[in-house]
């Protein structure tokens, strides 16, 4: 079982993530979703996607880490598949002509709603791609909670087509990925939805409560309640070695390393969207903002501001401690999200600590104890 949450910072810079904004649209209006500004009207062009390569292979400052990973996302992008297609095929002919080191040391990531993934020229795309491709369809759980929150504009629920098409995509990608939200109003069907995702076969799941205030008081103790039911159906059916489920992270309430807070979201990324605004992450663009003016650190154009990018590499938990976490016991164990911590906050700034999840984060810690306790003492 791969943990991803305890790579080092020194880890994780071996690979360089580069996310192209293809889109803003998409088919679908989740209940949950953080892009409250989503539209038909911002599509990426072939030239600026042709810039961007162009650009990111041109910087010698973003080019530190072994590998690259070209990541593309929306709203949905597979909306954008023939896009896509080529701005990987300008990739390959330019890191040829260049030499460089990437040429041969590349993935490419694909995160998608599945409504299209049977599409023929889905298909073909995954056929060309297929042994450098990482795709991951997001499917919640089960239809009744998929379908509470992952719903068209009409308010109909998109399950029984995902459904079919995450069928295929298990058959094409034995170690399928895929990340189940969480929110207040599907709580308690948090365990009979991750359970149905496992029997379906996706062995890692990324359970992932949304960081926005959404939580009402006693949603902890539910989310709680669930993660010890899941928990239990795990070990009891001996499951336990062969699932990667990221709410039951060894390391989750332990004190993150003098590393591992340097790097609080645990990612190393650029995002770049269709006017090639360049942000160090997809939530400090404009339609992932609910209060704030977007946040970009650059363009293409004009290259990367550095002072900007400043206030993100002192971000630490040493300097991010509210009011609230001065009486916490798991508060040097938590990482957070430094766009929401801007979006929520008084000061627009990313160093005013956002606490909307910090009960959540306790009932995950009582959790992922319990877990390891009974498998502790039924392996000792």
């Not at 949304?210 to 989310?223: N, Q, R, S, Y």
């Not at 005013?352 to 306790?373: E, G, M």
Request: aromatic residues 10%.
């Amino acid at each position: 079982m791969r943990v991803l949450d305890t790579l080092t910072l020194s880890e994780q810079m071996k690979e360089r993530t580069i996310t192209f904004i293809v889109t803003k649209d998409c088919q679908l209006r989740c209940k949950y979703c953080y892009l409250v500004a989503k539209n038909s009207g911002e599509n990426m062009t072939l030239g600026t996607g042709k810039s961007i390569v162009d650009f990111i292979l041109n910087e010698p400052r973003i080019q530190k880490e072994d590998r690259v990973v070209l990541d593309f996302i929306g709203g949905e992008p597979l909306l954008q598949v023939q896009l896509i297609d080529n701005i990987i095929d300008y990739w390959c002919q330019e890191t040829e002509r260049l030499n460089h080191k990437w040429k041969n040391n590349y993935g490419v990531r694909i995160t998608t709603n599945g409504l299209l993934f049977s599409s023929e020229v889905v298909k073909n795309f995954v056929r060309k791609y297929y042994k450098i491709l990482f795709i991951s369809i997001s499917i919640d759980g089960n239809k009744t909670k998929h379908d509470q929150n992952r719903v068209f504009p009409n308010g109909q629920g998109s399950f029984d087509i995902v459904y079919k098409n995450v069928v295929e995509w298990i058959k094409q990608f034995p170690e399928a990925e895929t990340k189940s939200t969480i929110s207040h109003d599907d709580l308690k069907d948090v365990f009979e939805s991750l359970k149905f995702l496992i029997e379906l076969g996706i062995k890692k799941i990324d359970v992932n409560p949304v960081v926005e205030d959404v939580w009402k008081p006693g949603d902890a103790d539910i989310l709680e309640s669930e993660l010890i039911k899941l928990a239990d159906y795990i070990i009891d059916n001996g499951l336990w070695q062969n699932l990667d489920i990221s709410a039951f992270y060894e390391n989750i309430g332990l004190p993150l390393g003098e590393e591992e807070i340097l790097n609080p979201c645990g990612t190393m990324s650029l995002s770049i969207d269709s006017n090639g605004d360049i942000y160090t992450c997809i939530r400090f663009a404009k339609y992932s903002l609910r209060t704030k003016i977007a946040r970009p650190i650059g363009n293409i154009k004009h290259g990367i501001n550095w002072n900007l990018v400043r206030p993100m590499a002192l971000l630490q938990n040493k300097a991010l401690v509210s009011e609230k976490c001065l009486s916490c016991e798991i508060a040097s164990s938590c990482r957070w999200c430094p766009a929401e911590n801007y979006d929520s906050s008084e000061t627009c700034s990313v160093f005013q600590r956002s606490t909307n999840f910090c009960d959540l984060q306790r009932a995950r810690v009582h959790a992922k104890n319990y877990y390891w306790n009974r498998i502790f003492n039924m392996t000792r």
